[in-house]
T-cell receptor, first 111, second 113 residues
């Protein structure tokens, strides 16, 4: 699976959009970009994933560059409850393919 | 909304004792996983399981670990003789298919004394 690079930490004011970047320059054509988050020591929570098109769901939007070498997770109106560690994961499509977690981005949402 | 559940939420055990961590995956899911997270460290993959067989395992998953699906609903992780370094959060996950999204349970916090 391709390696990802994320900033260690970010701050965002409540109500503003949080834009979390991720670099995955070695991604291959059949690998998906997944985003999870972990609030304190809870289980990782699935947010969104995509292959090459931009995706949106009730939680967030995922913008993937045309060359697929980077992506941005957008939380449109961050709240204090969005304070968490956000993981960008590139996932292969082999049999029962595992998730390889990095250190993620610690997002702090402030008043 | 269906969820992965795990029991117990906390487990304290003495070094050398056997522990069994239990998980109930989402009901129509066919692929099951265990991950662990030592305090302050990354979430690490342990093992994946499909069709009553281990599909993949990491270097961490040595002979002290085993997994089982004893009935139609539970998925268990057994550690035969716990060590201090086994202290961690253990997360179960499941997915419909190998290429589908994995959903995680809330975790079991294991403390080995």
């Amino acid at each position: 699976d391709a390696k990802t690079t994320q900033p260690t930490s970010m701050d965002c004011a409540e109500g503003r959009a949080a834009n979390l970047p991720c670099n995955h320059s070695t991604i291959s054509g059949n690998e998906y970009v997944y985003w999870y988050r972990q609030i304190h020591s809870q289980g990782p929570q699935y947010i969104i994933h995509g292959l090459k098109n931009n995706e949106t769901n009730e939680m967030a939007s995922l913008i993937i560059t045309e060359d697929r070498k980077s992506s941005t997770l957008i939380l449109p109106h961050a709240t204090l409850r969005d304070t968490a560690v956000y993981y960008c994961i590139v996932r292969g499509t082999g049999t029962a393919s595992k998730l390889t977690f990095g250190t993620g981005t610690r997002l702090q949402v402030t008043l | 909304e269906p969820e992965v559940t795990q029991t117990p939420s906390h487990q304290v055990t003495q070094m050398g004792q056997e522990v069994i961590l239990r998980c109930v995956p989402i009901s129509n899911h066919l692929y099951f996983y265990w991950y662990r997270q030592i305090l302050g460290q990354k979430v690490e993959f342990l093992v994946s399981f499909y069709n009553n067989e281990i599909s993949e395992k990491s270097e961490i998953f040595d002979d002290q670990f085993s997994v089982e699906r004893p009935d139609g609903s539970n998925f268990t992780l057994k550690i035969r003789s716990t060590k201090l370094e086994d202290s961690a959060m253990y997360f179960c996950a499941s997915s419909v298919g190998t290429r589908e999204t994995q959903y995680f349970g809330p975790g079991t916090r294991l403390l080995v004394l």
